[in-house]
């Protein structure tokens, strides 16, 4: 039965947050806040936040430096995803990875369709990889954000999740899924 295995260790991985946005602060940035709340909650660090404008360059530009940084594994991206002009973060992110993870889509619609029903059509949430970092891109609406952590991405990025978690694929922590 999958789940938390409480007699294994638990993993922190260091996670950066980067919120997509044309109007938001470090003072208003609720969906930010509330991954980063969340993540140091869970027991993971919070490798960096930052904020950058709806544009292709801008979100390029930060998650290739992350990319780059050995002390980040993972990458959270809110905002960007939805159908106006403004969205951009999938064209963005997605020729920077290597490879997709399209189950983390599929998941996200089904956890989404439990608290906003089809409304979840409206997100082009993804997440894929770039060299050894892991990129989950989610919308930009604090519910969503929500969503994302307490239905799917707080026990993928626990290490103690069985059968597996993304923590063993990680390379400083390769090993840890059988």
């Not at 930010?32 to 360059?57: C, F, M, N, P, S």
């Amino acid at each position: 039965m999958p789940g938390i295995d409480d007699s294994l260790t638990f993993h922190p991985l260091h996670i950066a947050v980067l919120t997509v946005s044309d109007t938001r602060t470090m003072e208003t940035d609720t969906s930010g806040a509330l991954l980063a709340g969340r993540l140091t909650a869970a027991g993971h660090k919070l490798a960096a936040r930052a904020i950058v404008t709806d544009e292709v360059q801008a979100i390029r530009d930060r998650m290739a430096a992350w990319i780059a940084d050995p002390g980040i594994d993972i990458i959270v991206s809110t905002g960007g995803t939805g159908f106006t002009p403004r969205d951009v973060t999938p064209e963005a992110v997605m020729p920077l990875l290597r490879r997709v993870m399209d189950g983390f889509s599929v998941v996200f619609h089904q956890a989404s369709m439990t608290t906003i029903g089809v409304s979840t059509l409206q997100s082009r949430a993804f997440a894929g990889q770039a060299d050894d970092t892991f990129i989950f891109c989610v919308p930009g609406s604090t519910g969503a954000c929500r969503d994302a952590w307490d239905l799917v991405l707080a026990a993928e990025f626990d290490s103690r999740h069985r059968p597996c978690s993304i923590a063993g694929q990680v390379p400083r922590l390769a090993g840890l899924c059988a």
